[in-house]
């Protein structure tokens, strides 16, 4: 008996190979999908329940050829594709152009092959273990999968179909693209800029207090008789309620505080003892990934979401596309038995750490994404498995086993501080690790960290030593970076985890967003044109209400409780007739910057404008003049190292920000960070 297992990748059909080690198993990859919607046309047939026409992808004809042979000399054929949508996506198109299928959409019907047996086998993790028990287990295509999948694409293509030529039209850029969630997405990071510039910084002051001798407390002003020093503002933003905080001390009132504070006497008004339990966080979903992989590692969502597909097809970690907390007992188990050993007992819950999912759809067959072994961390493979594969390998890895840690307890100590005459409030925290907990796999650093607490009482008198001011001003909404993005998204119900990362990267290749030194998001004129436009001619459906309501229909779908036909229709119908109002609507959308440049042929002021490649400088006179230059940014004060010529900002094909010489290529300095380079042109070591 001969069997052909089908994956999509190179990288996982080897760790296949090698797991299963079998002369009669043949294991194929597709290299992805083979079958897709042309590019040339709509494809869609909105009067026959959005019926699409798929053709076999030109660069996949050899592919396809192999997998027909491969197929036709095999007994039993395995569709062994990611368990998600997508994946069961791919074994249809699989199982189609094998001949498996009978199309009558939008249903399907398997055909029974004299001969040949097809099965689907679904695992979460590629080890020995879960591929013998998926094989000893198949299933059968799941249609409510496949149809989920379909839906969103169909509905993606119409978005995009008639929205890109409609910028086109407007815009007279025939490389703009449009989308559906990707629209919404750049709208917050607009939106955001908008509110940044609406804000007023405003100034104020902090006072801090020194008090005791041998060991010296510092003590925040909290309270002026019974008013307290700090306020909450809270304003409406576009994403929901932002708030800061500040204080009623500014120029006017500081002269007259510290002066009262410096004359008055003080005493300890409480010292107040309380012991918290801070328990473990929940192991990650696909988003929480990105988010901690951000904020620890500095890692793009695509750069996580790529070193998490190599780590999973290595067979290191279970499916990285997730939404649910669930762990298995097995690892459970094995993970309880580590921190046993590891640690100890104590370390140790009585019970194993549940978790509530968040998301509505979990689901709970899936698991969070951990590690297949409780090896704490793996060793560099050259290219396979580099030094960032190994960091978020162990970020995975701690997150799971923490999760199923003890919580660690803390003692938090907070001494109160009055003034006897003007009663100025003076507030100070310390804290001190009683048991870490899983703080000691998670940050040990913290847990090690010992800070004296110092031994007074209440009632007892206590000198001032000093007092300390800084200067403060209050801070307009942060921008997105890719972790908070991905938050807001997540949290407005736009989107799915696994289309983050394709998203973000689309509005920063299609020049919508740059990424900012501090990797935020900053819209360029260009997208900041794109949203205004597209939110306002198509409130009804670019909004966040209407795009999380189309994913809980694509949801519903993939739960067999609604079907395609009832999902798009309704969308259709609206966004239908607002696309024929607009294409009739003749006005265009100029996307251009102004400066104070001239042109050096003919006098008349140079703008800034756009193209597929970035930013250019061009005369105002075209088309009788066409004088253009490179749009290059100069980085101030810093020079090139090696000849002295100005550093300037330079992007990769990827849109990834360099630095380098303005004398390129005759000078090749390069560097992919800025603080590495003195002002004076000197490298940093």
């Given at each position: ?28 990859a ?8 042309p ?7 909105v ?24 197929a ?26 094998l ?8 249903e ?9 047996d ?39 293509r119409?978005v ?45 002051k ?41 204080t ?20 300890v ?21 990105q ?134 409030l ?48 209050t801070?307009?909404?942060?921008r ?140 105002t ?65």
């Amino acid at each position: 008996m001969k069997s052909l297992i089908i994956v999509e990748s190179p990288t996982k059909a080897k760790t296949f190979g090698k797991i299963l080690k079998s002369e009669d198993t043949v294991v194929f990859a597709t290299m992805g999908h083979i079958r897709d919607l042309p590019k040339s046309k709509l494809s869609i047939d909105v009067e026959k329940d959005f019926k699409p026409t798929y053709i076999n992808l030109k660069d996949k004809n050899k592919i396809i050829t192999e997998l027909k042979k491969l197929a036709k000399n095999s007994d039993t054929i395995y569709l062994a594709t990611d368990s998600d949508r997508e994946g069961e996506s791919i074994s249809y198109h699989i199982a189609y152009i094998l001949g498996f299928i009978k199309e009558n959409w939008p249903e399907f019907k398997l055909i029974q092959k004299k001969g040949k047996d097809l099965k689907r086998i679904v695992f979460h993790e590629i080890t020995k273990e879960a591929l013998e028990e998926a094989i000893k287990k198949p299933i059968t295509l799941r249609a409510h999968l496949v149809k989920a999948q379909q839906a969103r694409r169909i509905l993606d293509r119409i978005v995009g179909y008639e929205l890109s030529p409609l910028l086109w039209k407007k815009m007279g850029k025939y490389w703009l693209s449009a989308g559906r969630v990707q629209t919404v997405a750049l709208r917050f990071i607009v939106e955001r800029e908008k509110e940044r510039n609406k804000f007023k910084q405003e100034e104020y002051k902090q006072i801090f207090g020194v008090f005791g001798e041998n060991l010296k407390i510092k003590a925040q002003l909290k309270q002026i008789g019974d008013k307290q020093v700090s306020e909450t503002v809270k304003l409406k933003l576009f994403a929901g309620d932002y708030s800061y905080t500040r204080t009623i001390i500014n120029n006017k009132n500081i002269k007259k505080i510290l002066s009262e504070i410096k004359e008055d006497s003080y005493k300890v008004l409480d010292v107040a003892e309380t012991i918290t339990k801070k328990q473990p966080a929940p192991p990650f979903t696909t988003s929480m990934m990105q988010q901690e992989a951000f904020s620890k590692l500095g890692l793009s969502s695509r750069a996580t979401m790529r070193l998490a597909q190599n780590l999973y097809e290595a067979g290191l970690i279970t499916y990285h596309r997730t939404d649910s907390f669930y762990l298995s007992p097995k690892f459970i188990s094995q993970a309880r038995n580590f921190i046993s050993k590891r640690f100890s007992k104590d370390h140790v819950p009585q019970t194993p750490n549940f978790f509530k999912n968040k998301s509505k759809n979990a689901q709970e067959a899936h698991e969070a994404i951990r590690p297949t072994k409780l090896t704490p961390t793996i060793e560099p493979q050259g290219r396979t498995i580099t030094k960032r594969h190994v960091k978020l390998y162990e970020l995975i890895f701690k997150r799971a086993v923490a999760s199923q840690m003890s919580p660690a307890k803390i003692k938090n100590i907070r001494i109160k501080i009055l003034g006897n005459k003007y009663k100025y409030l003076f507030s100070s925290s310390f804290q001190k690790v009683l048991f870490g907990g899983f703080l000691d796999l998670i940050n040990p650093d913290f847990v090690k960290k010992t800070s004296a607490i110092p031994q007074v009482k209440k009632d007892s008198n206590i000198k001032l030593i000093e007092i300390e001011t800084e200067d403060k001003k209050t801070m307009p909404p942060p921008r997105y970076n890719d972790a908070s993005l991905i938050k807001v998204l997540e949290k407005s119900g736009i989107g799915r985890p696994s289309t983050y990362a394709p998203i973000i990267y689309l509005l920063q290749q299609k020049k919508y967003v740059e990424k900012s030194e501090k990797k935020q998001f900053v819209p360029t004129v260009l997208g900041i044109k794109i949203s205004d436009y597209l939110s306002s001619a198509f409130p009804d459906i670019l909004n966040i209400g209407f795009t999380a309501k189309m994913e809980d229909g694509l949801d519903k779908i993939a739960k067999d409780k609604e079907t395609i036909s009832n999902i798009l229709s309704p969308f259709y119908k609206t966004f239908k007739k607002d696309v024929e109002k607009r294409k009739n609507d003749k006005t265009k959308i100029q996307v251009e910057e102004k400066t104070d440049e001239k042109c050096p042929k003919c006098g008349a002021p140079l703008v800034i404008k756009f193209s597929r490649f970035g930013k250019f400088y061009a005369c105002t006179n075209f088309p009788k003049c066409k004088f253009t230059k490179p749009f290059i940014t100069y980085v101030k004060d810093v020079v090139c190292p090696k000849c002295g010529g100005r550093i300037v900002v330079r992007r990769t094909r990827k849109g990834k920000r360099f630095y380098g010489c303005e004398n390129y290529p005759k000078c090749d300095f390069s560097s992919w960070k800025l603080n590495t380079i003195n002002k004076k042109g000197e490298k940093k070591s």
